[in-house]
């Protein structure tokens, strides 16, 4: 019974001490980016899209979301009209993507406005 214990104490320790972060970009789902990197809808965004928007925006859309973006072209013509504006706002405000949910965290917005500022890149 004691090796039991004992296992079970060193199992708890190293989760511990491993499941800890050092900064708020170790929660996010957002790769480093470079200086000077584009950014691309594959590499970046997608990621981004997926994890935080297909719940409801999937192909049929659901739980009232009017379109959906579950590749790049819908993606870009999101991006095109309101995405950035949606997304940028706070969780209170009306309008507020994801719907529901928290704010994205601000180095995923940040990411949406590059990637639209270079210019929609797909690859």
Same mark, same amino acid.
């Given at each position: 019974?004691?090796?039991?214990? *004992?296992?079970? $104490?060193?199992i708890v320790? +190293? %989760?511990? *001490?491993?499941?800890?972060?050092n900064?708020e970009?170790? %929660?996010t789902?957002?790769?480093p +980016?470079?200086q000077? !990197?584009? +950014? ?5 965004i997608? #990621?981004?899209i997926?994890?935080?928007?297909? *719940?409801c925006h /999937?192909?049929p859309?659901v ?5 959906s @973006?579950? =590749?790049y !072209?819908?993606?870009k013509?999101?991006a !095109?009209? =309101? %995405?950035l /504006?949606r997304?940028?706002r &706070?969780?209170?405000e009306s309008? $507020?993507? #994801?719907?529901g949910?928290?704010? %994205?965290p &601000? =180095?995923?917005i /940040? @990411?949406?406005? &590059?990637? +639209? $500022?270079d210019?929609? @890149?797909? =690859?």
């Amino acid at each position: 019974m004691k090796k039991g214990t *004992f296992l079970i $104490a060193v199992i708890v320790t +190293i %989760l511990a *001490f491993n499941c800890s972060n050092n900064s708020e970009d170790d %929660l996010t789902d957002v790769s480093p +980016i470079q200086q000077g !990197e584009l +950014i691309t809808y594959t590499e970046h965004i997608k #990621p981004i899209i997926d994890n935080n928007c297909v *719940f409801c925006h /999937d192909n049929p859309p659901v739980n009232g979301a009017p379109n959906s @973006l579950v =590749n790049y !072209e819908d993606v870009k013509a999101s991006a !095109e009209n =309101n %995405l950035l /504006d949606r997304i940028s706002r &706070q969780a209170s405000e009306s309008g $507020a993507m #994801p719907l529901g949910g928290p704010r %994205l965290p &601000q =180095n995923s917005i /940040d @990411l949406v406005e &590059q990637w +639209i $500022a270079d210019g929609l @890149l797909e =690859n």
